[in-house]
Every structure is written in C-alpha cells, then in structure tokens.
C-alpha cells in the first residue's frame, strides 16, 4: 500500500544538527511533491517546506530558511530534511506528507493537500 | 501570507449531535484550495475533505465541507465516538501552506 515511513525518535543537544528521513513506498516515488510539516508539543501544524523528487528543487518556509536542507535520494525512495542550528524551540514531532496530485512528465500539474502523512519522528532538543 | 482562523477553539458535544467548525481565511482561497484534516492524539493528521467539498478516499459522508472565498464550514452530521478529535484547515492555495490552529471537539 502507499505509505510514508520515517526513521525513528532522537535526542539532540542545542546547537546540534538533525537529519530524518522519510522512504516512500507502494508509488512511485518521483510522481509527488513531499512536503515536511512540524508540530511541537500541544501546538498546531507548521509547514516547512517542499521538494521535488524528480528534480530534486525545494521551496522553503521563509521561517526556516539558511537553517532547512531537504534532499531526496531516488534510488531509495527516500526524502531527508536536515535542520541545524537546533534549539528548544525545534523540539517537536516531525511529518513528512505527499502532495495528492501527481507530476505530468515532471512538471507539477496543479496544488493539492496532503493525502499521504508518515508516522512522524519525534525530535528532542536538550542540553 | 495567508491566515487561517479556526472557530470555536474548543467544541463540547455529545456523540449523535452535530458539530459545526468554522475556518476563516485572510483572502481568498478560492473554493478549490482549502483541506480539513483530523488529528487523534499520538497520531499523523488524516485528509477529510480537499477542495473545500470533497471528501478523501474511505471518509464517512457525516463528515461534509462547504464554503468559498473566505469562510468555510466543516460539518459532522451526527457524532460517533471515534470522531472526537483535532480538526485542521489548510489553504494550499499558496506559499507557505498555512494551517488554522485547530479545533478540538471533545465529549461532553
């Protein structure tokens, strides 16, 4: 079946970076958009970002920007989001989701919502 | 950017009764551009309803979405035990995807 599954919980100390990574199955892998979407505890939903698979492009949250790299490794399916400089304030469970609409030979062919969500990885931030 | 303002913040109800949640964007989004997703605790949101109206792949028809421009509603025609939750609207309409603050409908 289509689904998203991302690596596991971490502990990491301010100033540290992460990196989590997101392998999709059961589609193929380079047709959707995959979007990362963070929300600390006992808050709402904050989007991140976005990359192209196929291409590999991004589109940032203005937020994040200098501090978020999202890449994505075709051969595994795999999308990663790397976030540096961390600080209390990234401690939170982490998404990545698919953008329900398919890509046409590559090319984005319109805007949808999030159809597909991984499990979420819980990032801890402490010293 | 563009806001999203989810109303009540908080929505007591018992199971049977209807609920009515309310999203309210800070310009158009058009009626093709706004998502409703469902969030139980400890797990991953859950697509609704897409274009405002449409309901996503296996989602009950008590759950319904309306609404252009501005103002949207999401309706749950009679409450089962299992919908009480957090429910969030999202704009896709443009960049940054925002999402309102959520709604929670507990059990009165």
């Known amino acids: 079946q289509v689904q998203l599954v991302q690596s596991g919980a971490e502990v990491q100390k301010p100033g540290a970076s992460m990196k989590i990574s997101c392998k999709a199955s059961g589609y193929t892998f380079t047709t959707y958009y995959i979007h990362w979407v963070r929300q600390a505890p006992g808050q709402g939903l904050e989007w991140m970002g976005v990359i192209n698979p196929s291409g590999g492009s991004t589109s940032y949250a203005q937020k994040f920007q200098g501090r978020v790299t999202m890449t994505r490794d075709t051969s595994t399916s795999t999308v990663y989001m790397e976030l540096s400089s961390l600080g209390s304030e990234d401690t939170a469970v982490y998404y990545c989701?698919?953008?329900?609409?398919?890509?046409?030979?590559?090319?984005?062919?319109?805007?949808?919502?999030?159809?597909?969500w991984g499990q979420g990885t819980m990032v801890t931030v402490s010293s | 950017e563009i806001v999203l303002t989810q109303s009540p913040g908080t929505l007591s109800l018992s199971p049977g009764e209807r609920a009515t949640l309310s999203c309210r964007a800070s310009?158009?989004?058009?009626?093709?551009?706004l998502a409703w997703y469902q969030q139980k605790p400890g797990q991953a949101p859950r697509l609704l309803i897409f274009g405002a109206s449409s309901r996503a792949t296996g989602i009950s028809d008590r759950f319904s979405g309306s609404g252009s421009g501005t103002d949207f509603t999401l309706t749950i025609s009679r409450l089962e035990p299992e919908d009480f939750a957090v429910f969030y609207c999202q704009q896709y309409l443009s960049s940054p995807r925002t999402f309102g603050q959520g709604t929670k409908v507990e059990i009165k």
């Open positions: 989701a698919r953008e329900g609409i398919p890509m046409v030979r590559g090319v984005r062919s319109g805007l949808d919502a999030f159809d597909i």
């Open positions: 310009q158009s989004v058009s009626s093709t551009y």
